[in-house]
């Protein structure tokens, strides 16, 4: 059996998280039982909720535990199988974690997913055409549920999620603004992704300056936000939110290091009788084929073309997520794993 390697997660972050948090080991892989599969990883999904599962404190899923494998999406091939529904080559989505190989059981729900990679490249079921996009979806279908012709604001808009919550709102007929960090990132948002209008939080980096430039790029206001950072964006699109606006809360990427995030002005909550719904993508598997076959579409038409940002070897994984966490990617974040 193949040697494999492993980051491990060996100490929680005080603060913000750092290599030392992570050791990287080599061992060998076991041998297969009746059923089981062995998953030959090309590519890692670095991932912002990976941040709040390395703390102890209470949240939505259980912590990661210590001095085991860094939990992780993986899509790759099959390698070795003694189950009857897989077979070597198959390539396969499932939570592999931060290795190079995994041991799945075939018949555990939810671990394997076969893919096609004939018209979609394989690491695109890591992003737009996988969880990231659900992501999107989700929180755009279900919650933002917009109209046509209305105003939908996304931050982290360069991102995995918000990237796929542009292009899907612009398929419904929205005029949708993205927030997102330096020009490079808001001419990617503008010109490759057919955002309306982009805004770059760091020429703007007060509440006010924000809240004025929301102003200019949405002069109806705004109908629907897709939240990803939290913190003074949040605040910025409360103040520029129409009557029964609707909130999106995926992620709070601006609290990751431990620290709490107040909101400014929650009385607007109710001036505005908006709805703020956070959610977790993966409590919602009912919509998860619906939603891939929308964004399987738009990938394999060339309509929606994801950028990603790859990081070369194992080895790499804990700079790129740290890098991830600071905003330094644009599209998904990827590990290649393979030559």
């Avoid at 396969?92 to 096609?116: A, E, H, I, T």
């Avoid at 279908?141 to 709102?169: D, F, N, R, Y």
């Amino acid at each position: 059996m193949p040697l494999n390697k492993q980051i491990l997660l060996v100490s929680r972050p005080q603060g913000e998280a750092s290599v030392d948090n992570f050791r990287l080991v080599q061992t060998e892989t076991p041998p297969l039982a009746e059923g089981q599969v062995l998953v030959r990883h090309h590519y890692l999904s670095l991932d912002p909720y990976m941040r709040g599962r390395m703390n102890e404190g209470k949240s939505y899923a259980a912590p990661q535990p210590l001095n085991e494998v860094m939990i992780g999406g993986t899509v790759g091939q099959v390698e070795e199988s003694r189950h009857p529904r897989y077979a070597p080559g198959d390539w396969v989505v499932g939570m592999g974690g931060w290795q190079l190989y995994s041991v799945v059981d075939g018949d555990q729900p939810g671990m394997l997913r076969k893919v096609d990679v004939s018209r979609i490249p394989p690491s695109h079921y890591l992003g737009a055409v996988g969880m990231p996009g659900v992501t999107a979806w989700y929180g755009l279908t279900q919650i933002i549920a917009p109209k046509a012709g209305q105003t939908i604001t996304v931050s982290a808009a360069a991102g995995a999620v918000g990237s796929a919550v542009g292009v899907l709102a612009k398929q419904r007929g929205c005029r949708v603004v993205g927030i997102a960090g330096g020009p490079d990132k808001c001419a990617y948002v503008r010109d490759e992704l057919g955002f309306d209008d982009c805004i770059d939080y760091r020429e703007h980096r007060d509440l006010g300056a924000l809240a004025r430039a929301l102003k200019a790029a949405c002069p109806n206001g705004i109908d629907g936000h897709f939240e990803n950072v939290g913190g003074t964006v949040l605040d910025a699109v409360m103040l520029r939110a129409n009557a029964f606006a609707r909130v999106a809360l995926c992620g709070m990427i601006a609290g990751y290091d431990g620290q709490p995030l107040p909101m400014l002005n929650p009385s607007l909550i109710l001036i505005n009788r908006m709805r703020i719904e956070g959610f977790i993508v993966s409590e919602h598997m009912e919509v998860w084929p619906q939603a891939l076959a929308e964004l399987g579409e738009l990938v394999g038409s060339g309509r929606f073309r994801p950028r990603e940002t790859v990081a070369q070897g194992l080895e790499a994984a804990p700079e790129a997520f740290l890098g991830l966490l600071k905003g330094r990617n644009v599209g998904k974040q990827l590990v290649k794993l393979v030559d």
